[in-house]
């Protein structure tokens, strides 16, 4: 076997500098078709991240709290207290960075001209300051300012379909905890850009006025807290399931369906677009590796005369594809780390800003290299370009010695 | 020489049969051919285009089973080897020089003489120095490390018949190495091959229709419509 492989070395690696335009199509095919998944997996992967981190930073964090009940019916019956000092004691820990206590209750608004269903969110706008990056999207007037602050915060398009803006008053109305309806004028202290379906359904106001408000006492509907690094996010909340057992914790994936997905899809797109490459690849390597075959009868002839046996024709040409495969991934890989390199400052998606409304998606996007990506998908190409390689190899294994004499008269 | 291989053929054709195709396109290609080459022939195989020499080269080297009849290399029967156990007999029982792409391209004259050795395993040290012997013996001394395309097909020629020496074969098939040459490079080459017949006992079968090959022979078998017309030694 050593044998085999010292002799048929020399031998396979000058034949793949023989051609060198078939060469360099065979090359090209790989390194473009790899280049382009680990790029736009790259690419996909910061998409994916940059809207999953928008939409959690705005409201959801990493995880939320929630009374038994609440997520299936939200409504006032299904409140809980504060944070107890067993749960207070895990979400200061070490692996939480921030965490808010929010009163959350179904509600109507009204202006002059229209009633909206909506969302009341009681925050204490220190916390939030801290956890959520709402502050920062205030466009018009003030974020609140206190616990008591008698304001509310709407979204633009809400504002926009009450035909209220800065300053005006509006009403809330909801079920207050003595099971009539509670209602209170508030004045819009601040309007808030984010993307349109979240502008329509929240509305701001303090925690301790819309406790006021709805007749309650201290009595929260949510915790919501912040895990910098998603590996340590089971260990949190296994460490709050412990401390508050009677409570409904659950992260992210399972408070937002759509995000899950999300993140799940963007796996299964680079999944199609490897296949896509990969059958592309196979068409361009078979293609030139046949006519190579082709081309070279007469030189598989000759060395099955002079006493080569068929399989190590097989392994030579099989071995030719390995090397010039192993080339092409080589190559696709260094350009794949170039190009994430060059943009990983940041890339700017500012000019369709309109577009990405519809999207929680941040503006700029940073991709980053994920190691088992650049791994895996060259492995696959480099693997499944060998096997499909085999087919050539097979015809050339098959090239009879009789071809050695062929062209003497 | 050993007394055996001088009273024992080295390779013996009986009846040999070869049919190319089916039916109405059969070509029979050789028609009962009974042949027996012994050690030290210098053999040349003449007769018109298409009279079968190339088919019975291809016998003769066990590059192709015949369709009926056996052929026989050093008493050992080929029908019912494998390929792999024919790459084998040919590796180290059989030289071959064919009319043209002889060598690989991609290897130099020292490289092409030296693969047959590699295949036969033969150690690297020894297989450089026969190698380096053999290139000298056809007079290629300082050739070594061209390549074929910077070759001439006189030197090409060269480089095939000491790959062809090198593995110490028991016969060395040519199948009209001079179709490609010029006079004085034909000249050259039969002068050489001579010569490594008589003074090293190697044996030749050389299929050709070229005269100035044929003048060189000490057997001359002519074939017409794939049997053999006569078989006569000079
Ligand atoms: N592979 C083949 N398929 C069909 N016919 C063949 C094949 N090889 C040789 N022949 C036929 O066999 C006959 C003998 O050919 P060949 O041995 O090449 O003759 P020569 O070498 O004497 O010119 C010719 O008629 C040729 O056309
Ligand atoms: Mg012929």
Redesign the interface.
């Known amino acids: 076997m050593m044998n085999t492989f010292n002799i048929l070395r020399p031998l396979a690696w000058r034949n793949l500098w023989r051609n060198p335009r078939r060469t360099g199509i065979t090359l090209i095919v790989v390194v473009v078709g790899l280049w382009s998944v680990l790029t736009f997996s790259a690419l996909l992967g910061a998409w994916a991240a940059s809207s999953r981190d928008e939409a959690l930073g705005l409201l959801i964090g990493q995880g939320q709290i929630h009374a038994a009940g609440y997520m299936d019916d939200p409504n006032i019956d299904h409140l809980m207290p504060p944070a107890s000092p067993e749960l207070t004691a895990v979400l200061n820990g070490d692996m939480v960075e921030n965490w808010v206590e929010r009163l959350e209750v179904p509600a109507v608004v009204q202006s002059e001209y229209k009633t909206l269903p909506i969302t009341i969110l009681g925050v204490d706008p220190a916390g939030e300051l801290e956890i959520s990056t709402l502050p920062s999207k205030i466009v018009a007037g003030r974020y609140l300012t206190s616990l008591d602050d008698d304001g509310v915060i709407i979204g633009l398009n809400l504002a926009k379909r009450l035909k209220t803006e800065l300053g005006r008053r509006v009403i809330l109305m909801s079920l207050g905890s003595d099971g009539y309806l509670a209602q209170q004028s508030f004045d819009v202290v601040g309007i808030f850009d984010a993307d349109q379906s979240f502008e329509d359904n929240n509305v701001f106001t303090g925690r301790s006025l819309a406790q006021h408000y709805l007749g309650l006492e201290d009595e929260i509907s949510q915790i919501a807290f912040t895990v910098p690094l998603d590996e340590n996010l089971p260990m949190v909340m296994e460490q709050i399931t412990a401390a508050a057992p009677d409570l409904d914790s659950r992260e992210w994936r399972k408070l937002s369906v759509m995000l899950a997905a999300m993140d799940t899809s963007m796996g299964s797109i680079i999944y199609v677009w490897l296949g896509i490459m990969i059958v592309m690849i196979s068409i361009g390597i078979i293609n030139t590796q046949l006519m190579a075959v082709f081309e070279r009868t007469q030189e598989f002839g000759l060395m099955r005369a002079l006493g080569l046996k068929p399989k190590m024709v097989l392994i030579l040409v099989t071995f030719e594809s390995t090397l010039l495969i192993g080339v092409g991934v080589l190559l696709a890989v260094v350009l794949a780390l170039m190009t994430v390199y060059a943009l990983s400052d940041g890339i700017d998606l500012s000019a369709f800003a309109q577009a990405l409304e519809e999207f929680q998606q941040a503006q700029v996007l940073y991709p980053t290299v994920n190691t088992s990506d650049f791994i895996i998908f060259p492995l696959i190409i480099w693997l499944l370009g060998i096997l499909v390689a085999l087919w050539p190899a097979y015809r050339a294994q098959k090239v009879s010695p009789v071809e050695a004499m062929r062209n003497a008269t | 020489m050993q007394p055996d291989t001088a009273k024992n053929p080295i390779v013996t054709c009986r009846n040999v049969e070869k049919t190319f195709g089916k039916g109405d396109l059969a070509v029979h290609a050789l028609r009962g051919i009974n042949l027996e080459i012994m050690a030290g022939d210098f053999a040349t195989l003449a007769g018109p285009?298409g009279s079968g020499k190339?088919t019975l080269?291809?016998m003769i080297?066990a590059?192709?089973h015949p369709t009926k009849g056996e052929v026989i290399i050093e008493g050992k029967a080929l029908s019912g080897l494998s390929?792999?156990q024919l790459?084998?007999l040919?590796?180290?029982k059989i030289g071959?020089i064919?009319?043209?792409?002889?060598?690989?391209?991609?290897?130099s004259a020292l490289?092409n003489v030296e693969?047959?050795l590699?295949?036969?395993?033969v150690p690297k040290v020894e297989r450089r120095e026969r190698a380096i012997t053999a290139l000298t013996e056809v007079g290629l001394a300082g050739m070594e490390n061209r390549r074929p395309g910077a070759m001439s097909g006189g030197q090409q020629q060269r480089v095939a018949v000491a790959?062809a020496l090198v593995s110490k074969p028991s016969i060395v098939l040519a199948?009209?190495p001079t179709?490609n040459l010029d006079s004085k490079t034909t000249a050259e080459l039969m002068a050489l091959m001579s010569k490594l017949n008589s003074e090293l006992g190697i044996t030749f079968v050389i299929?050709t229709h070229d005269p100035r090959v044929m003048q060189h022979s000490k057997r001359h078998i002519e074939m017409i419509d794939g049997k053999i017309e006569s078989d006569i030694r000079s």
């Open positions: 285009s190339t080269l291809n080297g590059l192709d390929k792999a790459s084998d040919r590796l180290h071959f064919f009319q043209a792409y002889n060598l690989i391209p991609v290897f490289e693969f047959v590699q295949l036969q395993q790959r199948d009209e179709a299929g």
